[in-house]
């Protein structure tokens, strides 16, 4: 597609609950990011991958949160034990390794209930 | 990444030049400096980046002043479409600005543009 896919982009899930948020990437990036934004602030880094692997992981708040690219294209933000607290908007971006502009999804906004 | 400082919010008339600063006093020699913008309800989007020279493309101009610790981003002609949080971004890149990495997002400024 033209553009970074975001699915679902609304979900709403009971407090205990296990999520899983999807981004299609734009074809040809390498490079994938999520981040995380709450009201009010700006996004906030979770995880990024080159290819198939995470290159750094460093955002992710804790072991509730996991990420996979098995093919080095579609990612899955993976949230276990959903708590009240992981309401935000989830953004995806994906830019080419040595690209100066990363291109964001719109995201999908999530609430735990 | 060096930190940066942005006015909250900002106003601008219709038609008007917006100029939207951000100091970055601590910036480094390979750091440069981009510029993001999100419009409500859509992720941010890539308008310019510069290290020390003026750059300009087809959404807007930047000035970094010649010590390099603060810029300013330039929408010549604000239209309404143009309200959104402007987020100044200063980050190590290699030559050119292309780079890899996690982006760190301050508050950004809420530029509202009115009629």
């Known amino acids: 597609g033209a553009g970074v896919s975001q699915t679902p982009s609304n979900k709403v899930t009971e407090k205990g609950k296990y999520v899983e948020l999807r981004c299609d990437p734009i074809?040809?990036?390498?490079?994938l990011y999520w981040y995380r934004q709450s009201l009010g602030q700006g996004p906030e880094f979770l995880i990024y991958?080159?290819?198939?692997?995470?290159?750094?992981d460093s955002g992710l708040p804790n072991d509730r949160f996991f990420a996979v690219r098995p093919e080095g294209s579609v990612s899955t933000l993976k949230i276990q034990r959903t708590e009240r607290g992981d309401s935000a908007v989830y953004l995806c971006?994906?830019?080419?390794?040595?690209?100066?502009?990363?291109?964001f999804g719109s995201g999908t906004r999530l609430t735990v209930v | 990444d060096a930190k940066t400082t942005q006015p909250t919010s900002m106003d601008c008339a219709e038609g008007r030049a917006a100029n939207l600063p951000c100091n970055h006093s601590?910036?480094?020699?390979?750091?440069?400096v981009y510029w993001y913008r999100q419009i409500h309800s859509q992720g941010p989007q890539y308008i310019i980046h510069?290290?020390?020279n003026n750059e300009t493309n087809e959404m807007a101009s930047l000035i970094i002043t010649e010590d390099r610790k603060s810029s300013t981003l330039i929408l010549p002609h604000a239209t309404l479409r143009d309200t959104a949080v402007y987020y100044c971004i200063v980050r190590v890149a290699n030559a050119g600005g292309t780079s890899y990495g996690k982006l760190t997002f301050g508050q950004g400024t809420i530029l509202t543009v009115h009629p």
């Open positions: 510069g290290l020390k």
């Open positions: 991958f080159q290819g198939t692997g995470a290159a750094d």
């Open positions: 601590t910036i480094s020699g390979n750091e440069y």
């Open positions: 074809s040809g990036h390498t490079a």
């Open positions: 971006a994906s830019s080419l390794t040595g690209g100066y502009g990363y291109t």
